[in-house]
């Protein structure tokens, strides 16, 4: 009698130790999921605000037909940003198992890098000779077409601007699948395989 009433004994001291493990995991993982949502919610609206900002860049130049250095480093930065913060996310996904390994492979990040690519040289050029900045035949279409890009980028986040982007919820793999879907018509409607092909020569045929 003694032994089975030790063994009830230590039965429940064995749940209640295993009920406390489970409920410090548990709550472990909440600190973890709330300390990436925030994390994600910050540098997701700041990729928003990237392309409103690019928005505003991009029309003060058009406007006066002319970039200044300024100008050119905020585009060269924000697309920085937007190709670091879309890499990021995309590869996180696939470390999770949220999705499979192609989908780090996307259109989106890889036209970032290469506006960047781009303002980053521009920006070079107008460190030494800031009358570089007027726009010419080529550096106009470049522009023009940077600016439908980013635009169509900025619609993908339309009715995003204040949402609370979170580990639990869809919202922020909505933006990065609207994002890659809007580069891909963007491409597709200019004949483009990367918009790199608007400032290098495309080889003949």
């Known amino acids: 009698m003694r032994v089975w009433k030790y063994a009830i004994f230590l039965a429940i001291i064995v749940i209640l130790i295993l009920s ?4 410090k995991q548990y709550q472990d993982k909440i600190v973890y999921q709330d300390a990436i949502s925030n994390r994600m919610n910050q540098d997701l609206h700041e990729l928003i605000s990237a392309w409103i900002e690019n928005n505003r860049a991009y029309g003060e130049i058009l406007s006066a037909h002319a970039a200044t250095r300024d100008l050119i480093k905020t ?10 913060t879309v890499s990021a996310y995309r590869q996180w996904t696939v470390d999770t198992k949220m999705r499979k390994e192609g989908y780090t492979y996307d259109l989106s990040s890889f036209n970032a890098d290469r506006l960047t690519r781009l303002y980053a040289g521009w920006y070079e050029v107008l460190i030494d000779h800031p ?25 993908a986040a339309q009715g995003m601007a204040s949402v609370d982007f979170r580990l639990n919820r ?14 891909s018509s963007f491409l ?18």
């Open 170 to 183: 869809s919202e922020w793999l909505q933006l990065l699948d609207r994002m890659e879907t809007r580069t």
């Open 75 to 84: 585009l060269m930065f924000n697309n920085q940003k937007i190709r670091d």
């Open 20 to 23: 406390i493990f489970s409920y």
């Open 131 to 155: 009358d570089e900045g007027e726009l010419n035949g080529d550096r106009q279409r470049q522009i023009v077409m940077s600016n439908e890009l980013n635009a169509s980028w900025l619609d």
């Open 188 to 205: 597709t409607r200019n004949q483009l395989k990367s918009i790199e092909e608007i400032w290098r020569k495309r080889p003949e045929s």
